[in-house]
């Protein structure tokens, strides 16, 4: 079992800058394909970026693609998600996932382990 804990979420103004981490335990999540996904109010989870094991390969969003960047430090256990220029419409509960089957996804039922996930508000 790998349990995830996200932090690092918070109240920004538009167009300023947080920092999401996600520290892994129970497992390394070395040769895990790891995700973040955000849920706003009364809507389905969204990807935001997915990362391979080695960190070589990220995928984006369209919507942050640009301002949102995810990254890993496999020796920590831990992923990242550096988020500038932030805007009202990135408002959203952020959750990491990980995942040991399959490929690198863009969909939430590809990943089998999830974290309970932090608030980001940005506010205009």
């Known amino acids: 079992q790998v349990q995830l804990v996200e932090s690092g979420g918070g109240l920004v103004q538009a167009g300023g800058s947080l920092r999401l981490s996600c520290a892994a335990s129970?497992?390394?999540?070395?040769?895990?394909?790891m995700a973040w996904f955000r849920q706003a109010p009364g809507k389905e989870h969204e990807f935001v970026a997915a990362?391979?094991?080695?960190?070589?390969?990220?995928y984006y969003a369209d919507s942050v693609k640009g301002r949102f960047t995810m990254s890993r430090d496999n020796a920590k256990n831990s992923v990242y998600l550096q988020m500038n220029s932030l805007k009202p419409e990135d408002t959203a509960v952020y959750s990491c996932?990980?995942?040991?089957?399959?490929?690198?996804?863009?969909?939430?039922?590809?990943?089998?382990?999830w974290g309970q996930g932090t608030q980001v508000t940005v506010s205009s």
């Open positions: 129970g497992r390394t999540i070395s040769r895990y394909y």
């Open positions: 990362i391979s094991w080695s960190g070589g390969s990220t």
């Open positions: 996932a990980a995942s040991n089957r399959g490929n690198l996804g863009t969909y939430p039922w590809q990943y089998n382990y």
